[in-house]
């Protein structure tokens, strides 16, 4: 968590642990303020879509009263802090594989966020 003016920047490095390495593998940064997150390669790339507002940042929408065909942004909001919170038990568990299939539907949630 990283003080910055009048917000907080949560960041988080997401790791996946190489098969035939002994040294994990950055897989992606992820990083969040109170209304937006963005993700990265990098953190430098991170940063650049969160300050941008653009290839991988969310601005934050407030979901509507109706509940619409396609997730609101809240709702894929809560997925990704759902799978992300699942694939750091399941690593700090040991349990690779599970971990990084929650990875895999992180990467597939942020990825419908940009659409």
Do not use: C
Not at 21 to 28: A, D, N, V
């Amino acid at each position: 968590m990283i003080p910055l003016e009048d917000t907080l920047l949560f960041a988080e490095p997401i790791y996946l642990q190489a098969e035939k390495s002994p040294m994990p593998e950055l897989r992606l940064v992820v990083l969040i303020t109170q209304d937006r997150l963005a993700f990265g390669p990098r953190f430098s790339d991170a940063l650049t879509s969160l300050m941008a507002g653009q290839a991988g940042a969310v601005p934050g929408v407030s979901a509507t009263a109706t509940a619409p065909a396609v997730p609101s942004t809240k709702q894929l909001v809560d997925q990704a802090n759902q799978a992300f919170n699942d694939y750091r038990r399941l690593t700090s568990d040991g349990k690779l594989g599970e971990a990084g299939a929650k990875l895999e539907e992180l990467k597939r949630i942020l990825e419908e966020m940009k659409k």
